[in-house]
C-alpha cells in the first residue's frame, strides 16, 4: 500500500495486502484485524465490505487506514481500540483505553450466570464487580427484561464509559453504577446473583503476555503476586451481600479454577460448579449460597444513588 501510493486500490485489494502484512508481523487474527479496520476507515460495517469489493478507495481514506495499520503493527494497539468499540454477547460497546476489552470467554461467565436467572421475566437483583465497559452487566440486562443490575468499579473512568454504554443501548433505567472495591458498594443489601470478572493475572505474568496488554489498564488485568488476591476476597465476602439461595459466578484463568473452587467450599458456599469456556478450558466457577439470610432491602442503589445521575449522562 505504501510502495505504491498512485495506483488505484480496491476494497478487496487492500483486505489481501493488509492480511498479508498482519499475517507476516505476526499478528493472531490477520484477516479480521484487517476487515475490522478497513470497514472503521471506510465508515461501514464489516460485512459491508463483502458487497463493495471492486470499489476504489480514495487517498484521503487511504491516508487515515495507512495510520491505522501503523498504530496497529508498530504499537499492537489492540483493533478495538482503534476502532473504538467492540462487539459482546452481540452488543456493540464503546470501548477506550479506560477499559478491558471483552473478551469472547467471558460469554461462558453470562451463560452461566443466566442459567442462575431461569424465568426470562423474573425480576432478579444482580451485582457485577468490576464492570468494566459494562459488558456483562448490559448483556444481563439485555437478555432478562425485567432484572435490575448494580455495576460496580474501583475506576471512575470505566464506570463512565459502562455508563455511556448502558445509554447507548436503552438499558440505563435497569441498570445502575457505583463506584469502589469489591463488594463495598454493595454493603447493606442483598442480590439474586453476584457475578464478576475480576482481575486475575499475577502481577510477574505481564512480561510473558501479548504487547496488546499493555494498552489495557494494569487495574483491569493485575490482582497481586498470586492473581487470586481479589478472587479470593469476593469469595470470602460474597454471602454478606446474596439473598437466600443467591447464585455466584466468577471468571479466572484455568489453572486457578480448583483453587477458587475450594476458596467456595470454605466460606460455605454450596453447589460448587467449573463450567469451561469454548475451548474447553475451566473459566467460571459458580456457586450459590443456601443458609437464610437475614432480609435486607433490595437493590436500594437504583432509587437513591447513581443509576438515575449516570445512566442519564
Ligand atoms: C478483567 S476487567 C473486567 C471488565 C468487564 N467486567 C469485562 O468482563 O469485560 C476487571 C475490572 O475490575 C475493575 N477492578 C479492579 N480492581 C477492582 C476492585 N478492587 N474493585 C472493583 N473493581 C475492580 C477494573 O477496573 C476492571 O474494570
Known sequence: MSANAERTWTVVELLRWMEGHFREQGLDSPRLDAECLLAHALGIERLELYLQFDKPVVEEERAGLRELVRRR?????????????????SLPLEV????????PETETLVEVALGFLPDREGEYEILDVGTGSGAVALALAHERKKVRVLATDLSE????????????????????????????PALGRRFDLVVSNPPYLA????????????H????????????????ESLVAGVADVLATSGGFAVELAPDQAERVAGFCRAAGLEDVAITPDLAGRPRVVS?????????????AH??????????GE
Do not use: I
Request: no cysteine.
Open 96 to 103: 477506550t483505553g479506560d477499559v478491558l476489552v471483552p473478551r
Open 287 to 299: 456457586a450459590r449460597v443456601k443458609t437464610e439470610n437475614e432480609e435486607a432491602p433490595k437493590n
Open 157 to 184: 473512568a470505566a464506570l463512565a464509559v459502562a455508563s455511556a454504554n448502558a445509554t447507548r443501548l436503552g438499558l440505563a433505567d435497569r441498570v445502575g453504577f457505583a463506584a469502589g472495591s469489591l463488594l463495598e
Open 73 to 89: 503493527v508498530r504499537d499492537r494497539v489492540p483493533v478495538a481500540q482503534l476502532t473504538g468499540r467492540k462487539e459482546f454477547w
Open 203 to 214: 502481577e510477574n505474568e505481564s512480561a510473558g503476555l501479548a504487547p496488546e496488554l499493555a
Open 302 to 311: 437504583l432509587d437513591e444513588a447513581s443509576g438515575a445521575e449516570k445512566g
Open 216 to 231: 489495557e489498564p494494569a487495574m483491569a488485568l493485575y490482582a497481586g503476586p498470586d492473581g487470586v488476591e481479589l478472587l
